[in-house]
């Protein structure tokens, strides 16, 4: 990396410090609406758990029309790919939320939620107890939280809300340091993100370094990020995951179904 290149990446604000500056302004100009009663949840944990035979991993499969790391996607139709993600073995499906980064909205999540019967993730840079809870009456079965963005005190608070409205939290944490964070503050689900939320670089290795030492201490373990091929699902499945989170290599393909359906080795009838 030149000087230039080191200095200008540190100038630069992180991806991740300029989202959750604006998250942070938001949830100020944030007006409690009616609340209305959870809808009855599906068991987040339990999907994934329960790893189809003959799969290396379940898979929470994501929809999001855009991201700061890959640009736009050819897919605008969410619910379509959803369903079509349901139909090729999804485990879970993961729907992005934010607007100006994702190109998604809460409107995404009510509508996919209506559209399959597995458990829906509300993927988001969430920054209070009350968008968890909000989050549940909008349907979702669970919700990511991103440990190395948010304070302890916040993390136990939010981990305390999603429990009281029966809501799943993933943790997701991208150095080992912020995964034990995570486990300190009560997390049972931790998603080792392969990304690097600050610069946008991604390494696959990163989930496989820090999984083992956490496996004993985690109910429910996922690799997130940059995963591609069922060699990387493999990989993952070693080192300890019970579930992978992948979005743009499926959202890359013009059928992210059938890419589905290939990474979990089921590329039509075996011979
Ligand atoms: O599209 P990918 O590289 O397959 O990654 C999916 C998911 O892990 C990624 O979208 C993600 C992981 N953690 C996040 C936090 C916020 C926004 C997005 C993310």
């Not at 496989?208 to 997130?224: D, F, H, K, Q, T």
Request: hydrophobic share 45%; charged share 25%.
């Amino acid at each position: 990396m030149s000087w230039w290149n080191r200095f200008s990446s540190q100038a630069a604000p992180g991806t991740l410090d300029r989202i959750m500056k604006r998250k942070r302004a938001e949830i100020e100009a944030f007006t409690p609406t009616a609340t209305s009663p959870n809808p009855a949840p599906r068991d987040f944990v339990g999907a994934l758990l329960q790893r189809p035979s003959g799969r290396p991993v379940s898979v929470i499969a994501e929809v999001k029309r855009k991201s700061p790391s890959g640009g736009a996607f050819p897919h605008t139709d969410v619910v379509a790919v959803a369903r079509a993600y349901e139909a090729a073995g999804a485990s879970a499906i993961s729907v992005l939320t934010d607007g100006p980064d994702f190109g998604g909205a809460m409107g995404d999540l009510v509508a996919v939620r209506a559209a399959v019967s597995v458990p829906v993730l509300r993927k988001d840079f969430l920054v209070s107890a009350y968008e968890v809870e909000r989050s549940g009456q909008f349907g979702a079965d669970a919700v990511l939280l991103i440990a190395d963005a948010l304070e302890d005190s916040e993390l136990r608070e939010m981990l305390d809300a999603a429990r009281e409205s029966r809501v799943a939290a993933l943790v997701e944490a991208h150095t080992e340091a912020h995964a034990e964070r995570a486990l300190a503050a009560g997390a049972e689900l931790v998603g080792i993100n392969n990304r690097d939320l600050a610069t946008l670089k991604t390494d696959v290795g990163t989930a496989l370094r820090v999984m083992p030492g956490l496996r004993s201490r985690a109910r429910v373990l996922v690799a997130e990020s940059g995963l591609k091929s069922v060699t990387d699902l493999i990989a993952a499945r070693e080192a300890g995951a019970d579930a992978v989170l992948v979005g743009e290599s499926l959202l890359r393909d013009a059928e992210p179904g059938r890419a589905l359906a290939r990474l979990l080795g089921e590329d039509g009838p075996q011979p």
